[in-house]
């Protein structure tokens, strides 16, 4: 039998509905910040991910599924959204409009991964990417931002972690003490970390495997060796953070695991009741260097990425997905031939004038129809009978007070849309 593939999930039934309200939710307040909705290619040029997540992040190493096209071009499956919005903003020269660009996405990913409860080899994911401008004022927006999205979600003791690595003197400096604490503890370290000090030292702080070892534990913080400037720009953030009523706490471990960060880096948790257990529904930061990096003018970027499918796990630990139901606004009944032309017509002039409707599609009686719409909560019955239909009327019942009236069939339409 066929069978999706590891890693992947079928999204129906209440999930499907949550998955619809988040991203209802997301639009709306996306709107009222005025960000602009942005789709970028699900596949792109396997050198836009290499170079700007980096060649020796776990992602690009381990994670991302890359193929030849029919062309023998090396491509890949997006395995995050920001590289591609910056290509987008670079190629479109949008860098020289006299605008910060504020960007917002919403669609799928692609790592290779092992899955687990929250990661999944295609999951989805919610972002924002602001480009163009370096106030530490867009750093405080975009964490608010989606700090007050998961807060609209009615999601438990939010928390976001934040961290600052600095501008590239404060990232040089740290980066040199880093390397001489770990060198001579490099052995008790896994694997990969031993490849990370090669490569990229500041990786190993983000190692899952030693993420409790003592070695980790006692390494030296970012806001120690931090500029008097790259100082006083995180004091900023954290001022403007303060004034949004946002909730954080500093902690120097957060490095989030792709090349292109500097300064703000920060993640959005969700703390058990015991404050023992975070999960991490969200992260981002700034990136100053990547857009430069791949090909375009000096500019700024600062942007966040959410996922959904955790998103969606939390809100069913919770409760929460409950009160969402899908339900429909008026279930049309009928039982003869010339009973289902009456009701053809009728559906599609209340589904054209935006009523949510339904019907009979499997020759049920009245009593399945009946059941049928208990099982869909459709607030409005409308039942058809010849004896009705020859006078022009129609039989209307409200499947919350259980009251009945006839109804002008040419008044049908005017009168559900006005009792909805």
Avoid: W
Avoid at 138 to 167: P, R
Avoid at 301 to 327: H, P, Q, T, V, W
Avoid at 392 to 416: A, F, P, Q, R, W
């Amino acid at each position: 039998m066929l069978a999706k593939p590891k890693g992947t999930i079928d999204v129906k039934g209440n999930d499907a509905l949550l998955y619809e309200y988040v991203s209802s939710l997301v639009n709306t307040i996306m709107s009222s910040y005025n960000y602009e909705y942005i789709r970028t290619p699900l596949f792109e040029a396997s050198e836009l991910f290499h170079r700007s997540v980096g060649e020796s992040s776990d992602i690009v190493k381990k994670e991302t599924y890359d193929f030849l096209d029919k062309g023998n071009r090396n491509m890949t499956l997006r395995p995050e959204g920001t590289a591609g919005v910056v290509r987008s903003f670079i190629e479109d020269k949008e860098y020289a409009l006299p605008d910060v660009k504020k960007y917002y996405y919403n669609g799928t990913m692609y790592r290779y991964e092992r899955p687990q409860t929250g990661r999944l080899r295609e999951f989805s994911q919610f972002g924002v990417e602001v480009l163009g401008s370096n106030d530490p004022l867009v750093d405080a927006e975009v964490i608010s931002l989606q700090y007050k999205i998961l807060e609209a979600l009615h999601i438990d003791n939010l928390q976001v972690n934040i961290n600052t690595l600095g501008d590239a003197e404060s990232r040089d400096n740290y980066r040199d003490a880093l390397v001489k604490y770990i060198e001579p503890h490099l052995d008790e370290l896994c694997d990969d970390c031993k490849e990370r000090f090669k490569t990229n030292p500041l990786r190993i702080l983000d190692c899952k495997v030693d993420a409790d070892s003592e070695v980790l534990k006692n390494a030296p913080k970012t806001i120690d060796y931090l500029t008097n400037d790259a100082k006083v720009r995180f004091d900023t953030v954290l001022k403007y953070l303060d004034l949004l009523e946002v909730d954080y706490e500093v902690n120097p471990k957060i490095v989030r695991g792709l090349d292109y960060y500097d300064h703000t880096v920060f993640e959005v948790v969700s703390l058990d009741n015991n404050e023992t257990r975070q999960s991490v529904l969200g992260a981002g930061g700034r990136y100053n260097k990547l857009i430069k990096e791949l090909d375009g003018p000096e500019s700024y970027g600062m942007g966040f990425a959410c996922g959904i499918d955790r998103i969606i796990n939390i809100l069913k630990e919770m409760d929460l997905y409950k009160s969402i139901k899908r339900e429909v606004d008026c279930y049309v009944m009928y039982v003869s031939e010339e009973e289902k032309l009456y009701a053809l017509d009728l559906i599609q002039s209340l589904r054209l004038n935006g009523v949510i409707c339904e019907t009979d599609y499997l020759n049920k009686g009245l009593k399945g129809q009946f059941k049928q719409a208990d099982r869909l909560n459709a607030k409005y019955l409308i039942i058809l009978n010849n004896e009705d239909l020859q006078k022009g009327l129609v039989n209307v019942k409200d499947n919350v007070t259980k009251e009945e009236e006839k109804v002008d069939i040419s008044e049908v339409v005017e009168y559900i849309i006005g009792n909805l």
